[in-house]
């Protein structure tokens, strides 16, 4: 499963990249009045434990049992969230959690589906999960914005003689279809003594196909950005992002 083998490097390098306190933040600024969230893809678990840390119920999905085992490893002997938070094993696609949310966020993971039938059948499968008034929370990867880059060093960490390093590339590989590999390497002492990587197949989409795959889930765009920070979404050439805060179109 993807992300098994680099789940424990994830949180790496968090301090330095503004994306998950955006992230966070995005999502604690529309809990005000409700009390659960359905967080789906939900990683390591920093943003659902950030929810549970500010009092809501939260029901983490994950699929990756690595990511799964950082979120467990996270709580550790901290017995304080045990009353909030919910970690189930499942799929955006197929999970049922047999009860509605007012706020539902999947985030950074919808693009890892298998192109739009994928896409809309995971995206009806939690609008099925909302409640009356709820918003479901989901970002796309844009067609339009996307660009290639060769292999770089994106992000570097010495913790005590050891030095971890993040390295990421993307290459297309097709219609709508794109590569990203994520690598990361620990050196110690001028060796390298641990190597992990991972090749996520990101399938895109352009504003309009997303706007499409909504409705196709009975979804309608209530908020539009083009990343986690807030930013309007202006031209998609300019956003490699489609961040939508969405409702129900019935009910
Ligand atoms: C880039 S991480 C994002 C984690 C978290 N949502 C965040 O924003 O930090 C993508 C996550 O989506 C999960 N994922 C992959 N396919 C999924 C699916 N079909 N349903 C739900 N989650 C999925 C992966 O296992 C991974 O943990």
Redesign the pocket.
Known sequence: ???DTTAPFYDLFDADDPG?LW?REFVLARTKGIDAVM??????G??AMALAERGLRVWA????RG?RGVMLARLGDDTSLDERLTIVPG???TCDLGRSFPLIVF???LY??DGSAARVA?LANLAGHLAPGGRLIVDFALEEGRAERPRVLAAERRIGEAVYRRFSESIRGGDRLWAVTWAFEVEIAGQVVERAEDTFRISTATLAECRASLAAAGLRPVAEFADYSGRALGDPADASRYVSETARIAG
């Open positions: 499963m993807i992300y998950a992230h967080d789906v893809g939900a990683g390591t920093r943003t999905v994950e699929p990756s990511m799929d955006a696609q985030s950074h993971a890892l589906l995971a």
